[in-house]
């Protein structure tokens, strides 16, 4: 079977669980937690090797819900899983119309906070946000919700998305605030997480980010914050968090007149959604603030974005920030984009200080997809990447004068024909033809859900292929990637958005959205290969958002030699 032969996944598939064979070579699954993780700890990843009882802890990550832990069988074995179906989900969002205690505008300006959510089937049914005891009504797997704005702030800091039986497979969910004139700032609702990363803002003079920590839990918890800057770094500092409160903190505080930064946000007691606004010191309108999204811990090969950079007046090259927790990296930087992939002069080898910081300009084109591989330069035997690992995060000029938009890594693991997800949930692709997967990066029984562009706004898809070739489809639309390419495609323009599939890979993909061009004076990007007469994205004036997708599932896997899937979890 070739690429040609594939056929994209039905996307009004039902929530029930597929008919699965036993003998699929790979699979990846995400595991939902049986129960609360108790206060201080969380749930493991686990990866079942394919041989007799072989199992593997990974990465420590926490669970809301569904959780973002995953079980993954790398090869034919007697271990057989059996499907289970998803009965309940739950995903934390941040609140973009939150104003901080003693503060008289919100983070995001706006007339109101936007909720789109989407389920894995076509069940009409209603998904609980909380706060509030709002619903969503869901129509053929998608709804929406508007949060008025509330007069004084006495917005939480987080918003919870809950749904159960058959709107709980596939459930993810993105949430928008229309922003002052620069574009809508958006962000993903995902799972609580033990450990979250991010990288990027600068504290100097004129910039004020603000770091949210929200707790979702009715018992208080606690965090150790780490900070990586372009000067000595500091113990890490312990926060508190009352039951069901909200905590904002100037990211000044912790690394003062910083030019750009690196956040290690470990919790360590109950359950914590935290975020991050880059925004502006001077107050008034305009002020053009944006989300920071988390980004990949530490890896050795990174890819961020992909990106657009708005055609206009000549913008400053895109700002590449790197932090090396552990020990120094010097790290090659690539920069891919539809033609396919590059090294700029000066960035064959950049230099990164054990636990430090750097920024490095990155030429990005305008105009045009593009994307940025960073990879540690040092190898091991037989050719495997043994360089230290780093985090990063991609600023881009977003076409407003002194602001910059922020691209988070997806960690990029090479494999032997096939990889899902990896063990933080943040890639969005590879698969072979005879498995794992069909739902870009995640098992055939997965949704990769796209949301709709918001009105007034605009986007387009942005997929990424850094390894190996990619065939996608974006409902039902064909585009193939060369390795190295970058490819941008219009958003789906269904009411609730639309949904992707893919095989080869590993393939990444972003939804980026800003400000609409005015009229009669947009840019499209190039058509993508394979994709047939239909025209390129309309590009936006001014970006304003980079939002990651990956896969929801719909079943997990429960293996028959584990009776008790709590194990997992112990």
Same mark, same amino acid.
Do not use: K
């Given at each position: 079977?070739?690429p040609?032969?594939?056929?994209?996944?039905?996307? /009004?598939?039902?929530? #029930?669980?597929?008919?699965?064979?036993?003998?699929?070579?790979?699979?990846?699954?995400?595991?939902?937690?049986?129960?609360?993780?108790?206060?201080?700890? =969380?749930?493991?990843?686990?990866?079942?090797?394919?041989?007799?009882?072989? /199992?593997?802890?990974?990465?420590?990550?926490?669970?809301?819900?569904?959780?973002?832990?995953?079980?993954?069988?790398?090869?034919?074995?007697?271990?057989?899983?059996?499907?289970?179906?998803?009965?309940?989900?739950?995903?934390?969002?941040?609140?973009?119309?939150?104003?901080?205690?003693?503060?008289?505008?919100?983070?995001?300006?706006?007339?109101?906070?936007?909720?789109?959510?989407?389920?894995?089937?076509?069940?009409?049914?209603?998904?609980?946000?909380?706060?509030?005891?709002r619903?969503v009504?869901?129509?053929?797997?998608?709804?929406?919700?508007?949060?008025?704005?509330?007069?004084?702030?006495?917005?939480?800091?987080?918003?919870?998305?809950?749904?159960?039986?058959?709107?709980?497979?596939?459930?993810?969910?993105?949430?928008?605030?229309?922003?002052?004139?620069?574009?809508? !700032?958006?962000?993903?609702?995902?799972p609580a997480?033990?450990?979250?990363?991010?990288?990027?803002?600068?504290?100097?003079?004129?910039?004020?980010?603000?770091?949210?920590?929200?707790?979702?839990?009715?018992?208080?918890?606690?965090?150790?914050?780490?900070?990586?800057?372009?000067?000595?770094?500091?113990?890490?500092?312990?926060?508190?968090?009352?039951?069901?409160? =909200?905590?904002?903190?100037?990211?000044?505080?912790?690394?003062?007149?910083a =030019?750009?930064?690196?956040?290690?946000?470990?919790?360590?007691?109950?359950?914590?959604?935290?975020?991050?606004?880059?925004?502006?010191?001077?107050?008034?309108?305009?002020?053009?603030?944006?989300?920071?999204?988390?980004?990949?811990?530490?890896?050795?090969?990174?890819?961020?974005?992909?990106?657009?950079?708005?055609?206009?007046?000549?913008?400053?090259? /895109?700002?590449?920030?790197?932090?090396?927790?552990?020990?120094?990296?010097?790290?090659?930087?690539?920069?891919?984009?539809?033609?396919?992939?590059?090294?700029?002069v000066?960035?064959?080898?950049?230099?990164?200080?054990?636990?430090?910081?750097?920024?490095?300009?990155?030429?990005?084109?305008?105009?045009?997809?593009?994307?940025?591989?960073?990879?540690?330069?040092?190898?091991?035997?037989?050719?495997?990447?043994?360089? /230290?690992?780093?985090?990063?995060?991609?600023?881009?000029?977003?076409?407003?004068?002194?602001?910059?938009?922020?691209?988070?890594?997806?960690?990029?693991?090479?494999?032997?024909?096939?990889?899902?997800?990896?063990a933080?949930?943040?890639?969005?692709?590879?698969?072979?033809l005879?498995?794992? =997967?069909s #739902?870009?990066?995640?098992?055939p029984?997965?949704?990769?859900?796209?949301?709709?562009?918001?009105?007034?706004?605009?986007?387009a898809?942005?997929?990424? !292929?850094?390894?190996?070739?990619?065939?996608?489809?974006?409902?039902?639309?064909e585009?193939?990637?060369?390795p190295?390419?970058?490819?941008?495609?219009?958003?789906?323009?269904?009411?609730?958005?639309?949904?992707?599939?893919?095989?080869?890979?590993?393939?990444?993909?972003?939804?980026?959205?800003?400000?609409?061009?005015?009229?009669?004076?947009?840019?499209?990007?190039?058509?993508?290969?394979?994709?047939?007469?239909?025209?390129?994205?309309?590009?936006?004036?001014i970006?304003?958002?980079?939002?990651?997708?990956?896969?929801?599932?719909r079943?997990?896997?429960?293996?028959?030699v584990?009776?008790?899937?709590?194990?997992?979890?112990r």
């Amino acid at each position: 079977m070739t690429p040609a032969d594939a056929r994209p996944p039905d996307p /009004a598939a039902v929530s #029930g669980p597929p008919a699965v064979s036993p003998t699929r070579s790979r699979r990846s699954r995400r595991l939902p937690a049986p129960g609360p993780a108790p206060a201080g700890r =969380t749930p493991a990843t686990i990866r079942v090797r394919g041989r007799r009882g072989a /199992a593997l802890v990974l990465l420590p990550l926490a669970v809301v819900g569904i959780g973002a832990a995953f079980l993954a069988d790398e090869g034919p074995g007697p271990v057989p899983l059996h499907d289970r179906p998803i009965v309940a989900a739950t995903l934390a969002c941040p609140d973009l119309g939150m104003t901080p205690p003693g503060a008289g505008d919100p983070l995001e300006p706006a007339g109101g906070v936007r909720l789109d959510v989407r389920t894995g089937g076509l069940a009409d049914g209603r998904v609980t946000v909380a706060p509030g005891d709002r619903e969503v009504r869901t129509a053929r797997g998608a709804g929406r919700l508007t949060l008025p704005p509330v007069e004084g702030g006495g917005r939480d800091g987080a918003l919870q998305v809950a749904a159960r039986d058959r709107l709980a497979p596939g459930l993810s969910a993105t949430v928008t605030a229309p922003g002052d004139g620069a574009g809508p !700032a958006r962000a993903r609702c995902v799972p609580a997480s033990s450990r979250t990363w991010f990288v990027g803002p600068s504290t100097v003079a004129g910039r004020d980010p603000v770091v949210v920590f929200a707790n979702l839990s009715d018992q208080p918890s606690q965090a150790a914050v780490r900070v990586f800057a372009d000067g000595p770094a500091g113990p890490a500092r312990q926060v508190s968090v009352p039951a069901g409160g =909200t905590l904002t903190r100037r990211l000044a505080a912790f690394a003062p007149e910083a =030019t750009v930064t690196a956040l290690d946000v470990e919790v360590t007691a109950g359950r914590l959604l935290v975020w991050v606004s880059d925004r502006s010191s001077a107050a008034g309108p305009f002020a053009a603030s944006r989300f920071v999204p988390a980004t990949a811990p530490p890896a050795s090969r990174l890819l961020l974005g992909g990106v657009v950079v708005p055609v206009g007046p000549p913008a400053p090259a /895109a700002t590449l920030a790197l932090a090396a927790p552990g020990r120094a990296a010097t790290v090659r930087v690539s920069v891919l984009t539809q033609a396919g992939s590059r090294v700029p002069v000066g960035l064959e080898a950049v230099r990164v200080p054990a636990g430090g910081a750097i920024a490095v300009p990155a030429p990005l084109p305008a105009g045009a997809a593009s994307a940025v591989l960073v990879e540690s330069t040092a190898t091991g035997a037989g050719g495997a990447a043994t360089g /230290a690992p780093v985090v990063a995060g991609l600023g881009v000029a977003s076409g407003w004068p002194g602001v910059w938009t922020w691209a988070v890594a997806t960690r990029i693991q090479s494999s032997s024909g096939g990889q899902g997800l990896d063990a933080y949930g943040r890639g969005t692709g590879l698969s072979r033809l005879d498995g794992p =997967t069909s #739902g870009a990066g995640t098992a055939p029984d997965a949704v990769v859900a796209v949301p709709p562009t918001p009105p007034g706004a605009a986007g387009a898809v942005v997929l990424t !292929a850094p390894l190996g070739p990619v065939t996608a489809w974006l409902d039902g639309a064909e585009v193939r990637l060369r390795p190295g390419s970058v490819a941008a495609l219009p958003v789906p323009t269904g009411p609730g958005g639309g949904s992707l599939s893919a095989v080869g890979g590993p393939l990444v993909a972003t939804v980026v959205s800003g400000a609409a061009p005015m009229p009669g004076a947009g840019v499209r990007a190039a058509p993508a290969a394979g994709a047939g007469p239909a025209a390129g994205a309309m590009l936006p004036r001014i970006l304003s958002a980079v939002v990651p997708l990956s896969g929801a599932a719909r079943v997990l896997d429960v293996p028959a030699v584990v009776a008790d899937p709590a194990v997992a979890y112990r």
